[in-house]
């Protein structure tokens, strides 16, 4: 191979590199934006939820199941089906050591709390 034609090669080599560096570096970091209500719904995750399903710090025997990407399954953790329906059913009704929410969350609020969990938990 000529002079000319490793330039070239080098050339595209370390632009390939660059590229491939700049996504990589911009991907670890980029996170979508939660909307208004996305960002209601977390409040109410952080405040009520968070300490059960995240930290544990009412040291329970039995740890809660992590509520992260609940929606990017088919199923919740108790094996019903993972829709809006039964999470918000859960929620208010309260399943094993879970309590009852009813009475805690408006419809607003729900609706929030339901928009972060699909929005992944960020």
Same mark, same amino acid.
């Given at each position: /191979?000529?002079?000319? *034609? ?10 390939? $590199?660059? &590229?491939? #560096?700049?996504?990589?570096?911009? *991907? ?12 209601? *719904?977390?409040?109410?995750? $952080? *405040? ?14 039995? &740890? ?5 990407? &609940? ?9 019903? #089906? ?8 859960? &929620?208010?009704?309260?399943?094993? /050591? /879970? ?10 609020? /729900? #609706?929030? $709390? ?9």
């Amino acid at each position: /191979m000529n002079r000319t *034609g490793r330039r070239i090669r080098r050339f595209f080599a370390s632009l390939a $590199l660059e &590229v491939a #560096a700049s996504g990589i570096l911009t *991907g670890c970091h980029s996170k979508t934006a939660l909307t208004e209500q996305e960002e209601a *719904g977390k409040r109410l995750y $952080l *405040g009520r939820c968070a300490h059960c399903h995240e930290d544990n710090d009412l040291a329970l025997k039995k &740890v809660p199941p992590g509520l992260h990407h &609940v929606f990017a399954q088919s199923k919740l953790p108790s094996g019903a #089906a993972a829709t809006d329906t039964e999470v918000r059913r859960v &929620v208010l009704q309260g399943k094993g /050591m /879970m309590p009852a929410f009813t009475g805690r969350f408006d419809e607003e609020q /729900m #609706a929030a $709390l339901l928009a972060y969990l699909h929005a992944g938990v960020q």
